[in-house]
């Protein structure tokens, strides 16, 4: 199997289950078949384990829906575009059991792990953007990459969503931050996990990629494996920037993208 460079995977893919994406999960399917992909994933937000959150989240009930819903379109799109059912699960270090034991119930074919919380604060929510403007932004940097450090270390996924994430809004710690980027993917490389690009930066504040080419580069030299993610909350997001982005990894050494199957990575060359 060859995936064109123009049209590898998307990975990352929400639907209105989560309370902030819209549009009928079919759109989203349509969406990548009009672009040319030939194999996509699904990837909402797991429900939180110890609180409800309507607007974060699915609920259980919801996630119920959500799997079924996968599998139908998985089904009636079988001859025109592989379609992959993956999770988005909100990492927290004093929930590693309960999320562990959460994700055994279900058949995923991948887990990506993300970090969208420091303690108490959901540094990436617009909501609570104000408290970048009183907090000592070095030591949220540490604090944040530290915790995908545990996370990629935890062994309960398969993927590190949106690296550098903590860069959304554009606050940066003055200085280089580079070797705290070295440290988490020494961290990942020794996990044995891999990486996303994801577009969605692009759209947001910081109006890059996540993470950086630089930090890309140094995956790629390092043999961490890569796969794509558009991160897409509505139907015309799918695929947004990732044939740009795959051209321009190909044009950097990048040589195959990793793939998923019941939990099983295999690297698809492009
Ligand atoms: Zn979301
Ligand atoms: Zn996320």
Redesign the pocket.
Known sequence: MLYPPEMPVDYHI?TRL?G??TGEMWEYVEEAVQKGFREVGFSD?FPFIERVAPRLAMSWEQLSLYIAEVDRLTSKYSKIITIRKGIEVDYEPHLEEQIREALQRYDFDYVYGSVHNIGDWQFDSPREQHRWEHCDVRKTYEEYFHLVQQAAASGLFDIIAHLDVVKKFGYRPSGDYFALIQETLDAIEEAGVAIELNTSGLRKPVGEIYPDLRTIEECIRRGIPVTFGS?A?RPQEVGQDIAHYAQKLKGLGLTEVAVFANRKRTLVEI
């Open positions: 929400h989560c902030h994406a937000h991160d909350h």
